[in-house]
């Protein structure tokens, strides 16, 4: 056939795009053209190069772009007995940073669980939190939790397992935090050296830091949970981040792909 080498490099072309929708998309399309070639004999051979280049436009715009997508760094500003923060963690972030789709999309988490907090001598360390004594007791055991678990999982998932103890109304505040709650969610040993760091001046330390980090991101006042992309501040986008973190987490990623804007439960 007169136009094979035409044929034979738009191949080449077309295999050097990515993707299994995108290759059989071309190919249908390059059959097609090669049909009507063998049926149309009488066209010139550059009617059947403008009907093998139209196929490799078509497979080019239809190709999900990509190129823009970036992970990014998602920061989680929250305290250990706000009622969403005990809702956002099981019920979002630990479903997308465990399903590999999402997961992708994120290049570094940092958990700050601190919150609302007046300092009244930091020395002594004399703290009201917001909930309550049993909040600061909480956000130390998070704070170690977060310092001495060797992955974030399992720090997810022992986190999510203490938001779900104690009632479901606004706090628990007026209780003793569940500090002994979900050792089994824990490796081997792992628990004793979070109780140690828990039970010393280190677990104020961490709580100190995490106070440095809250207040100077936060200029003015505010709300949490808060999601952070990339550490910059948007409001807007933080609560609707706890509504639906996935999609605010594709859209922040540059995703473009519907797929990706799956509604969380």
């Known amino acids: 056939m007169r136009t094979s080498i035409y044929t034979k490099r738009l191949e080449q072309q077309i295999f050097s795009y990515h993707g299994c929708s995108l290759l059989l998309t071309c190919h249908r399309r390059l059959c097609f053209v090669q049909n009507f ?79 609302w907090v007046w300092v ?48 479901d109304n606004l706090t628990f505040a007026s209780l003793q935090y569940p500090i002994d709650a979900c050792q089994d969610k ?26 440095k980090k809250t207040t100077s991101f936060f200029t003015t006042s505010s709300f949490v949970p808060y999601v952070s992309f990339n550490n910059k501040r948007n409001d807007d986008v933080a609560e609707s981040a706890v509504q639906d973190f996935k999609k605010e987490l594709c859209k922040a990623a540059g995703v473009v792909d519907p797929d990706c804007f799956h509604k969380t439960n």
């Open 120 to 167: 009244k001598n930091a020395t002594s360390h004399d703290y009201n939190c917001q909930h309550g004594e049993s909040e600061c007791d909480g956000n130390r055991l998070h704070a170690c939790a977060i310092k001495y678990i060797p992955d974030q999982v399992t720090t997810l998932e022992y986190i999510s397992c203490l938001d779900k103890q104690g009632p």
């Open 186 to 211: 824990l490796p081997n040993g792992l628990y004793s050296k979070i109780m140690s760091c828990y039970n010393s001046d280190e677990s104020w330390e961490l709580f100190q830091n995490n106070g």
């Open 37 to 115: 070639q063998r049926k149309c004999e009488a066209s010139s051979s550059t009617m059947a190069v403008l009907f093998l280049l139209a196929a490799l436009v078509g497979c080019v715009v239809a190709r999900p772009s990509s190129e823009n997508v970036t992970p990014v760094e998602v920061t989680l500003y929250y305290e250990s007995l706000c009622y969403g923060c005990r809702m956002f963690v099981p019920n979002q972030l630990l479903p997308a940073y465990t399903d590999s789709k999402y997961r992708s999309l994120i290049s570094k988490l940092t958990l700050v669980p601190y919150g």
